[in-house]
C-alpha cells in the first residue's frame, strides 16, 4: 500500500513538471519571430564595419610593407651581404652611413666584420663571408689569383699619415727619414701589429730601409684596430703610422681631445688604396654571390662614388676617401 501511495505521488510529480513546462515552452514560442528580426541587425557581425569607421580609415597603415617612411615605393627585402672589411671602413663610420642606402636601393642588407686586411681575406680564403673590402694590392691581387676571389675591382683611396708630438720631428713629407729617427732615437711607436693593411704598409716601410723596428725597446704593438691604436698612441705620446680618414674622425669626434699631430704626409708612396672582391662561388657556392655583385655594381656606381667623395667634407672640413672606381 505504501509502495503504491508512492507510485502515484510520482506520476503525479511527473505531470505537474510536464505541465509547467508546456506553459514555459507556449509563452516562448510567439516571441521568437517577432522580437529576433528587430534585435538581428546590432547584434550580427556584419554589422561591426559599419559601426566603426576609424579602423577603415586606418586599414592603409596595415598594409604599408612595401612602402618606405616618405610613402614613395621601397625595395623588396632579399637577404642578407656579408662582408669582411677593414677596421678604417667602419672607424671612419662610412659603412654605417652607406649601409641604409644600400639596402633601401637593393633589398640586401648588409652586415660586416671590421678586422684587419689581412684577417678578412683569412675569412673570405675560408668561404665565411660573400664579399671583401679591404687595402692591400698585393695581398688583394694574390687572393684572386688563389682562386679565393673573382676579380678586383678598386673604389676609393685616401693616405697614410704618421701622427705623433710635434718634436723631435718636424713636419715632413719624408716617410723614410721619419722613420729613421724614429729608430735612431729609439723613439717610442705604436704599431698595430696585427696584419692589417696599415700594418703591412708599416712593415714594408720598414723593410725598405733595412732597419729591424723590434731593435727599438720603445716599439710597441697594441694588437687592435686603428682607433684604439691611435689612442695608445696618444696615451704614450708615441708616433703611429693611420689612414687619414680614421685620424680625421679620431681628431674630431674623440671623447677625449688628442695630443697628436701629423708630422708626416704627403709622399708619393702612401696612398691607400681600398679594394673590393667578391668570394668565389665556384669554390664556395653557398656564398651570396647575387648580393656581391649588385653591391659591387652600387659601390662603384657614379651616384655611390660621388656619395664617398661628399662624406665628411662637411663635418671634417675635408672628404675622408677619395672615389676612383671609374679612372
Not at 554589422?47 to 566603426?52: D, I, K, L, Q, R
Not at 677593414?86 to 633589398?107: N, Q, R
Not at 704599431?191 to 723596428?213: A, F, N, P, V
Not at 702612401?270 to 664556395?284: D, F, H, S
Request: aromatic fraction near 6%.
Amino acid at each position: 500500500m505504501k509502495k503504491q501511495r508512492q507510485w502515484l505521488v510520482a506520476v503525479l510529480a511527473t505531470s505537474l513538471l510536464a505541465g509547467v513546462m508546456t506553459g514555459c515552452g507556449g509563452s516562448k514560442e510567439p516571441e521568437a519571430p517577432t522580437e529576433a528580426p528587430a534585435e538581428a541587425p546590432a547584434e550580427t557581425p556584419d554589422e561591426a564595419p559599419a559601426e566603426t569607421p576609424e579602423e577603415a580609415e586606418e586599414a592603409p597603415e596595415d598594409t604599408t610593407e612595401a612602402t618606405d617612411e616618405t610613402g614613395s615605393e621601397a625595395v623588396e627585402k632579399k637577404g642578407v651581404l656579408m662582408m669582411a672589411t677593414t677596421t678604417s671602413t667602419a672607424d671612419t663610420g662610412l659603412l654605417d652611413y652607406l649601409a641604409p642606402i644600400f639596402l633601401e636601393e637593393t633589398g640586401w642588407e648588409l652586415q660586416w666584420n671590421a678586422v684587419g686586411t689581412g684577417e678578412a681575406l683569412k675569412m673570405g680564403e675560408n668561404g665565411d663571408v660573400d664579399i671583401v673590402l679591404v687595402h692591400a694590392k698585393a695581398s688583394e691581387e694574390e687572393f684572386v689569383a688563389n682562386g679565393f676571389g673573382v676579380e678586383r675591382f678598386q673604389v676609393m683611396y685616401n693616405d697614410f699619415i704618421v701622427v705623433g708630438p710635434a718634436e723631435p720631428i718636424a713636419h715632413t713629407d719624408d716617410i723614410e727619414a721619419a722613420f729613421k729617427t724614429i729608430q735612431e732615437e729609439q723613439l717610442t711607436f705604436v704599431s698595430r701589429g696585427d696584419d692589417s693593411g696599415t700594418d703591412k704598409k708599416e712593415k714594408g716601410i720598414w723593410k725598405k730601409l733595412e732597419l729591424d723596428q723590434t731593435q727599438n725597446p720603445n716599439y710597441l704593438e697594441s694588437g687592435q684596430g686603428m682607433g684604439a691604436t691611435i689612442t695608445m698612441a696618444d696615451e704614450k705620446g708615441a708616433y703611429c703610422l693611420t689612414d687619414r680618414g680614421t685620424w680625421l674622425k679620431m681628431k674630431n669626434d674623440a671623447d677625449v681631445e688628442l695630443q697628436l699631430e701629423v708630422i708626416c704626409e704627403g709622399a708619393a708612396d702612401l696612398l691607400n688604396q681600398y679594394g673590393i672582391i667578391a668570394v668565389n662561388p665556384e669554390k664556395y657556392p653557398e656564398v651570396n654571390n647575387e648580393a656581391a655583385n649588385t653591391m659591387i655594381e652600387w659601390i662603384c656606381s657614379e651616384e655611390v662614388q660621388e656619395l664617398i667623395g661628399n662624406y665628411g667634407v662637411e663635418q671634417y672640413g675635408e672628404a675622408l676617401f677619395t672615389p676612383n672606381a671609374n679612372e
